[in-house]
């Protein structure tokens, strides 16, 4: 059977008479909940709003569920771009007066919702027709190929080993430093220090690339016992710094590209211990990450809330509906609202800040710091940013246009990494795409430039040490074909 080119591990595009009769059960079922929602919504037993979010809930589940099949980096990203709006909808029409005052007033009444909501919609629609059609045309193209190992493999091994400890040196050294002062009210201690802020911002790739060595390329005996223990003291610093400082997207990040990388292992996705055993990684998680936000600002070191979630395991895990609305993801998609409402259209401002973001060290404020300020121009405060904001402050009412070209085009430039003939790396790199797409939900398209030299390339490197491959910058003029 033939396989798609787009991304590696694929599915096959000839699909067995099985998954093509779960397809068909798939959709029936989505058009018997479409008919339900729809048939309960005249019937006034739901609200109009409530019907418009039932309906964008179910066309998500179905293309998403078409695209992970195909590209498992866009789905991701697709998937997590949704949830930085699903839960902004819900608290707007549910929870207007709450939303209204942690937002700092982004509430612009409830006829605001619908224009919100059709732009999204449009925008979501595009990205997926976009990528729909986009599959017809043959991708082949690749920006290196990996040669076998050669015979420094093993200085190679010892390379990685000794820059994954300078690294956790250089972070042990400033997290004992700072740690009296750190905290998630005082986060100015970890980005003003921009070696610790920077090297933070790598950690969870560290962390990841300390978890592949130990599976997959520790020789027997001393050498996977050092791997264990490198792995270890990663795990441990990466987390010390998350709960002092309050941070838990870099968690959630590591956590989904663990899970992309598991997933990515040969005949993972029909072994039941591998689903058995995400689930429980998911679900502790989850209450350990919940335990975090629940701890800010209370000068919780790791110790102490590992304590914490011994003691009391059920007051972390428990959760109203409101307390999942009202997490981290629920403001930054009102900025595409108040953008909307003031109509805060500026192409030529907006790309210029793009262009001097996509690099680094120009100080030239993000879309996420300019928005910020228009919020709350006297403030320090942030409000974040959601990534279909941007194509409307470059085209306006036009601009669900420009997001799904974005998405696409974005991703396109990193698809040539997954095509290196090595199917270790390729699964390796997916999870560092998975990884780096948060940064795309929550912020800019600068983000797909700036990931290839600040998580791609040292990553790629990492890969080559402890692996012992070579890359081969001039790849042969047949490409390859899987």
Not at 146 to 173: E, Q, S, W
Not at 216 to 223: F, I, M
Not at 261 to 280: I, Q
Not at 323 to 330: A, E, G, K, L, R
């Amino acid at each position: 059977m033939r396989f798609d080119t787009l991304a590696e591990p694929n599915s096959r595009v000839s699909r067995p008479v099985d998954q093509r009769a779960r397809a068909i059960v798939w959709l029936v079922s989505v058009v018997v909940c479409i008919f339900l929602v729809f048939t309960m919504g005249f019937a006034g037993r739901m609200s109009a709003p409530l019907v418009g979010i039932c309906f964008m809930f179910l066309f998500i589940m179905t293309t998403m569920r078409y695209i992970l099949r195909v590209d498992r980096v866009l789905g991701v990203l697709y998937m997590f771009v949704y949830i930085y709006t699903v839960f902004t909808q819900i608290a707007y029409v549910f929870f207007p007066d709450k939303l209204s005052i942690i937002s700092s007033g982004q509430y612009y009444g409830e006829q605001w919702f619908w224009p919100f909501y059709a732009f999204v919609f449009a925008s979501f629609s595009g990205v997926f027709l976009l990528f729909a059609i986009s599959r017809s045309v043959p991708q082949t193209g690749c920006y290196f190929r990996l040669a076998d190992p050669g015979t420094r493999a093993r200085v190679g091994r010892v390379a990685f080993v000794v820059l994954i400890l300078i690294h956790n040196l250089i972070m042990i050294y400033y997290t004992v430093s700072h740690f009296s002062s750190l905290s998630y009210h005082s986060q100015r201690v970890l980005k003003d220090n921009k070696i610790f802020f920077a090297g933070f911002a790598f950690y969870e790739y560290t962390v990841y690339a300390s978890y592949v060595n130990w599976k997959e390329y520790s020789t027997p005996g001393l050498g996977r016992s050092v791997a264990a223990a490198i792995l270890t003291i990663s795990t441990l610093v990466f987390l010390t710094i998350c709960v002092r400082a309050g941070q838990r997207i870099e968690i959630a990040a590591l956590c989904v590209g663990l899970i992309v990388y598991a997933f990515g292992e040969k005949n993972a996705r029909n072994s039941w211990w591998t689903y058995v055993g995400v689930a429980l990684a998911g679900i502790i998680a989850f209450v350990f990450m919940n335990a975090i936000r629940s701890e800010r600002g209370n000068q919780t070191d790791f110790r102490s809330l590992v304590q914490l979630l011994f003691a009391e395991p059920g007051k972390y895990a428990s959760l109203t509906f409101e307390d999942i609305v009202f997490q981290d993801y629920c403001v930054p998609s009102l900025t595409l609202m108040t953008s909307m409402y003031y109509d805060r259209i500026d192409p030529i401002g907006t790309v210029k800040s793009l262009i001097a973001n996509s690099l680094v060290l120009l100080n030239v404020p993000s879309l996420g710091t300019r928005v910020s300020r228009f919020i709350d121009p006297y403030g320090a405060r942030g409000y974040g940013y959601y990534a279909f904001t941007e194509g409307f402050e470059v085209m306006g009412w036009a601009g669900f246009v420009y997001n799904s070209l974005i998405m696409n085009l974005g991703l396109q430039l990193w698809r040539p990494l997954l095509r290196t003939g090595n199917k270790s790396f390729t699964r390796y790199m997916t999870g560092i795409m998975v990884m780096s797409v948060f940064g795309l939900a929550r912020g800019t398209s600068s983000a797909y430039v700036k990931a290839f030299y600040m998580w791609f390339v040292p990553c790629i490197v990492l890969f080559c040490l402890m692996s012992g491959t070579r890359p081969r910058l001039r790849p042969p003029h047949h490409q390859l074909r899987t």
